[in-house]
């Protein structure tokens, strides 16, 4: 079949089928001898080599959708990133991460491979962003996934989707869902690195003592007492970045912890996902 043989409708069709550019559709279906299920396939191939081509490029853009379930018992995050902020503005693109977002919260897998297994109209969505680069012609790709099950679990979603966090609460009762929300927002204008102190790795732990003895040292202080100032300068460290023992932003004079027993004297936060671009 010659060029002149595939009409404008079945390249209409195939461009609102793939959403791949006209030309591209045309260049599809004139190699697949205007046979239309080939042409996809040739588009999918050049999508995955484009891929596979911009896979070293930087996707520090994108959208981070957060989600609770309608029970408010689970929670889930997903980034998907891309190369501009142009793209990450589209219409399309925010919707395709809520769709993700949606078939996370539906399926909630344990970790993001087995996310990208999960399927959107017959496709998994590792397929499914691949045929996107094609599409976009940017590196695209689903970046991160957090979850979340607990009592009671609250969301927010922070500038404009830049950034997502979950929060989850011991007590199940939605009269703390107010709540819960303004530790989320705590997460993300505060980026606690952990709950609670005993929830910080050892290899911070024992960063922030060797940063307070160069520190202490730097001052010269007395070789002896090095191991003391270092640890009373971690525990101002547990003060300023563990969720619990933070300053609560709203109030000043409570810490986070507090604020929680100020609604019930057992709510406590039992853990956290933050997720945000970059």
Known sequence: MSEVN??????????????????????????????FEKAIELLRLRGQKMSEKRADRDAK??????????????GIVVRLSCET?????????????KDIAQIALNTFPSDLESLNQQHMNGLTLQTVVTEQVARIGEKIEIAD???????LVTSYIHMGNKAGVLVGLNLADDKYIDAGRDVAMQ??????????????????VNKEIE???????????????????????????FKDNTLLNQVFVKDGK?????????????????????????
């Open 254 to 278: 409570i810490s986070v912890a507090e604020y929680l027993k100020s609604k019930n004297p057992e709510l406590t936060a039992i853990g956290f996902k933050h997720v945000k671009l970059g």
């Open 85 to 97: 902020d142009f793209v990450s503005k589209n219409e399309d693109f925010i919707n395709l991460t």
């Open 6 to 35: 595939i009409s404008a409708t079945a390249v209409k069709e195939l461009r609102e089928q793939t959403g791949v550019g006209m030309m591209d559709c045309k260049k599809a279906l004139v190699e697949a001898n205007g046979d």
């Open 187 to 204: 997460v993300a204008a505060m980026k606690p690195v952990a709950l609670d102190k005993d929830d910080v790795s050892q290899d911070i």
């Open 145 to 151: 996934y957090q979850k979340i099950e607990a009592p």
């Open 211 to 237: 940063i307070g003895k160069e520190i202490a040292r730097n001052e010269g202080k007395p070789e002896d007492m090095l191991e003391k100032i270092a640890v009373g300068k971690l525990n101002k460290f």
């Open 61 to 74: 853009e994108g959208v981070v959708i957060a989600m609770v379930s309608p029970d408010n018992k689970k």
